[in-house]
C-alpha cells in the first residue's frame, strides 16, 4: 500500500466564445474509496535482514512462550532529538494489543495451531476493523509468528545475532544490551528485559532516519478487557477482511 494519498482538483473550466464569457458548470468526478494509510511500523519485522526471503512454516513454539508474563508498556518514540509519539502495549497470556491514538493492532494466538497469530487492524476514524490472514500479516512484514509477535518482534534467535554489551538500567528497569553486528540489519540496538521478555529501549534504522522506542511506564497489573476481541470492544465498527477490502477499495 502505498501512504500518499492524491487529490485531484477539477478546476471551472473558462473560454470566450464569439465575444460572450461562458462559464462551464464544475464537473464533479466520481467518488474514489478512501485511501487506507500505510501501517505504522509499531512492531519489529519478522525479517531484520531485508535480503532474507520471508519463513515458509512458522518457527516451533518455544517453551518459554506458554507462560509469557503479562505486561503493560508505554514506549516514547523518538527521532534524533524529535518526540514523535506514544505507543501502548498491553500483552497477556494469548493476546497482544498494540495500541496509538489513530489506531490499534490485535493479535491472538492461533488456537488451532498455537505457533501461529491471527491478527486484526482498528481504524478508528474509519470505525473499522480489518482482519489479517497469515499471508497478510507475512506481507505486512510483521510475520505469522506468535513467538514472534508475542516479544514484539525481539525473541532468543534475534539476540542471538546480536552482540551483547553489558547490563544496563533505563527508567529504573534493568536490562541487558544487544547492539547488531552488521549495520544493515532493522534492529541496531535493543536492551532486552529477560525476566519479563520484553525490550526496554531499541533503535531501528540508521542515521537520520532511526527511531528509539523507550519504555517510560511498566506494569505487571493488566486490566483482561482491555486485550478482549476488537468485536467485542467495539460492537458499532466494521469488521472486514483485508482481502475483501481491497476488492470493494481497489484503489487503495
Given at each position: 500500500?502505498?501512504?500518499?494519498?492524491?487529490?485531484?482538483?477539477?478546476?471551472?473550466?473558462?473560454?470566450?466564445?464569439?465575444?460572450?464569457?461562458?462559464?462551464?458548470?464544475?464537473?464533479?468526478?466520481?467518488?474514489?474509496?478512501?485511501?487506507?494509510?500505510?501501517?505504522?511500523?509499531?512492531?519489529?519485522?519478522?525479517?531484520?535482514?531485508?535480503?532474507?526471503?520471508?519463513?515458509?512454516?512458522?518457527?516451533?513454539?518455544?517453551?518459554?512462550?506458554?507462560?509469557?508474563?503479562?505486561?503493560?508498556?508505554?514506549?516514547?518514540?523518538?527521532?534524533?532529538?524529535?518526540?514523535?509519539?506514544?505507543?501502548?502495549?498491553?500483552?497477556?497470556?494469548?493476546?497482544?494489543?498494540?495500541?496509538?491514538?489513530?489506531?490499534?493492532?490485535?493479535?491472538?494466538?492461533?488456537?488451532?495451531?498455537?505457533?501461529?497469530?491471527?491478527?486484526?487492524?482498528?481504524?478508528?476514524?474509519?470505525?473499522?476493523?480489518?482482519?489479517?490472514?497469515?499471508?497478510?500479516?507475512?506481507?505486512?512484514?510483521?510475520?505469522?509468528?506468535?513467538?514472534?509477535?508475542?516479544?514484539?518482534?525481539?525473541?532468543?534467535?534475534?539476540?542471538?545475532?546480536?552482540?551483547?554489551?553489558?547490563?544496563?538500567?533505563?527508567?529504573?528497569?534493568?536490562?541487558?544490551?544487544?547492539?547488531?553486528?552488521?549495520?544493515?540489519?532493522?534492529?541496531?540496538?535493543?536492551?532486552?528485559?529477560?525476566?519479563?521478555?520484553?525490550?526496554?529501549?531499541?533503535?531501528?534504522?540508521?542515521?537520520?532516519?532511526?527511531?528509539?522506542?523507550?519504555?517510560?511506564?511498566?506494569?505487571?497489573?493488566?486490566?483482561?478487557?482491555?486485550?478482549?476481541p476488537p468485536r467485542t470492544r467495539y460492537p458499532d465498527y466494521?469488521?472486514?477482511?483485508?482481502?475483501?477490502?481491497?476488492?470493494?477499495?481497489?484503489?487503495?
Amino acid at each position: 500500500m502505498n501512504p500518499a494519498v492524491c487529490l485531484t482538483l477539477l478546476p471551472i473550466c473558462l473560454c470566450a466564445v464569439g465575444g460572450c464569457q461562458v462559464i462551464e458548470a464544475q464537473v464533479s468526478p466520481p467518488a474514489a474509496p478512501e485511501r487506507l494509510p500505510e501501517a505504522p511500523s509499531l512492531l519489529l519485522p519478522q525479517r531484520l535482514d531485508h535480503r532474507l526471503p520471508p519463513p515458509r512454516a512458522p518457527q516451533s513454539l518455544p517453551e518459554w512462550a506458554a507462560a509469557v508474563p503479562r505486561v503493560s508498556i508505554t514506549y516514547h518514540v523518538k527521532q534524533r532529538s524529535q518526540s514523535l509519539k506514544r505507543i501502548s502495549v498491553t500483552r497477556s497470556a494469548k493476546r497482544v494489543l498494540v495500541r496509538t491514538p489513530e489506531e490499534e493492532w490485535f493479535f491472538e494466538q492461533n488456537a488451532a495451531d498455537p505457533r501461529r497469530a491471527d491478527g486484526q487492524r482498528i481504524i478508528h476514524h474509519r470505525k473499522l476493523i480489518l482482519g489479517y490472514s497469515e499471508a497478510d500479516l507475512v506481507d505486512a512484514g510483521l510475520g505469522r509468528d506468535w513467538a514472534h509477535l508475542v516479544t514484539l518482534g525481539v525473541g532468543t534467535e534475534t539476540l542471538l545475532r546480536m552482540r551483547s554489551v553489558g547490563f544496563a538500567q533505563v527508567n529504573g528497569i534493568q536490562c541487558e544490551a544487544f547492539v547488531a553486528s552488521d549495520p544493515t540489519l532493522t534492529l541496531q540496538e535493543v536492551c532486552w528485559n529477560h525476566r519479563g521478555r520484553y525490550p526496554v529501549r531499541l533503535r531501528v534504522g540508521s542515521g537520520d532516519d532511526s527511531q528509539t522506542h523507550i519504555a517510560v511506564e511498566v506494569s505487571e497489573n493488566i486490566d483482561e478487557a482491555q486485550t478482549a476481541p476488537p468485536r467485542t470492544r467495539y460492537p458499532d465498527y466494521t469488521l472486514i477482511d483485508l482481502a475483501d477490502w481491497r476488492e470493494e477499495s481497489p484503489s487503495h
